[in-house]
């Protein structure tokens, strides 16, 4: 593959707005062929508490903004409800490029999960991120975030409600207290009749981690 791969671009030194810049032109996976740009992290540089999605969305693809289509909408009334200021917090994803298909009707861009390779592509961005603000709590939304950061064997369903710490690895050399949550999309995604239960658990899993931050 021709360009340049993510780790190439993230020299430790590099401060958030200059991370942004390099990752503009990362071509460290296809992702970046399809999707109208990279979707960097965006918020507070010295937030205490960082959120890691799993990647933009249509609309964030078409914004350039982490969570501003409906799983953000959902995340801001969640926030809102736990009675943490969103300004305050850096915002990310695993990902930063969109990935989707085509359904051969119809334009509307279907959401795709990333692969494992592009979640390891994308990481060294995560962690240069991580590395620059350098939060106090680190929330975890969803399996993608968390298997990036946790490895590919974490499940999410054994270990919500834990304060965690990153597994000992070559490239972070940073231990913020970790908690791993559903992702708001899955609030959405799930049956009407268990949407208020998802919704107060992704609220509590909220107020557990900005209470550690006062701790
Ligand atoms: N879902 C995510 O994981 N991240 C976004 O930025 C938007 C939707
Ligand atoms: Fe680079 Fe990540 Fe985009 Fe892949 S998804 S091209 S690794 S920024």
Not at 23 to 40: E, M, P
Not at 115 to 122: G, I, N, Y
Request: charged share 25%; aromatic share 6%.
């Amino acid at each position: 593959m021709a360009g340049h791969t993510a780790a190439e671009f993230v020299p430790d030194s590099l401060k958030l707005d200059e991370l942004a810049d390099a990752a503009h032109s990362c071509k460290g996976c296809d992702l970046y062929l399809d999707a109208t740009q990279t979707v960097f992290g965006a918020g507070s540089a010295t937030a205490d508490l960082m959120l890691v999605g799993e990647q933009p969305g249509d609309q964030e693809d078409r914004a350039g903004e982490p969570f501003v289509g409906p799983a953000g909408r959902l995340l801001d009334k969640a926030l809102a409800a736990a009675g943490v200021e969103r300004d305050r917090l850096y915002v990310t994803n695993a990902v930063k490029h969109f990935k989707f298909t085509l359904p051969e009707r119809g334009k509307r861009r279907i959401h795709k999960t990333p692969s494992r390779t592009e979640v390891v592509a994308c990481r060294p961005w995560l962690v240069a991120e991580l590395m620059a603000v350098q939060p106090k709590v680190l929330m975890l939304l969803g399996a993608t975030a968390a298997q990036s950061l946790m490895g590919s064997g974490f499940r999410l369903t054994a270990h919500r409600g834990e304060v965690l710490h990153l597994p000992d690895s070559d490239d972070v050399a940073f231990d913020p207290q970790i908690v791993a949550t559903a992702h708001p999309s899955s609030v959405l995604r799930g049956r009407p009749e268990d949407r208020e239960e998802a919704f107060d658990a992704l609220v509590s899993d909220l107020r557990f981690a900005a209470d550690l931050l006062a701790s």
